[in-house]
């Protein structure tokens, strides 16, 4: 089961961003899922999560306050909304999802314990 993540492009330092991810066939409601991205020649990093029970929200210390995982059930989507862009955060962003056991809270932020992935899509921030 692929993701399937739209939303980046070219932005200027400081300008807004938001990402989709869409579950096809599945319902975001009962996965936990989570933001990832990948820099030119860096490892991927964590960048956001919602657990799937509660909805509640994780984020990696250099997005926290700019960065928001939001869901939409009715349109089995999940979002990054991203706020002060910094060129820093240009990178592939990838969306991940869990199986229907979920993931345990400890390995929220592994992305070894996501099950699905999406294609990635690249957001550039120029400064």
């Known amino acids: 089961v692929q993701l399937q993540a739209s939303g980046g492009g070219l932005v200027p330092t400081g300008a807004c961003l938001t990402l989709?991810?869409?579950?096809?066939?599945?319902?975001?409601?009962?996965?936990?899922m989570g933001w990832f991205r990948q820099a030119p020649g860096k490892e991927r990093d964590f960048v956001a999560a919602?657990?799937?029970?509660?909805?509640?929200?994780y984020y990696a210390d250099s997005v926290k306050g700019r960065f928001t995982i939001s869901r939409d059930n009715a349109k089995n989507t999940v979002y990054l909304q991203m706020n002060s862009l910094k060129a820093e955060d240009t990178a592939l962003y990838y969306c991940?999802?869990?199986?229907?056991?979920?993931?345990?809270?400890?390995?929220?932020?592994?992305?070894?314990?996501?099950?699905?992935w999406g294609q990635g899509t690249l957001v550039t921030v120029s400064s």
């Open positions: 919602m657990r799937r029970s509660g909805g509640y929200t």
């Open positions: 989709s991810c869409v579950a096809p066939g599945r319902s975001v409601r009962n996965l936990d």
């Open positions: 991940a999802s869990s199986g229907v056991s979920g993931i345990i809270l400890s390995q929220i932020r592994n992305g070894d314990s996501y099950r699905y």
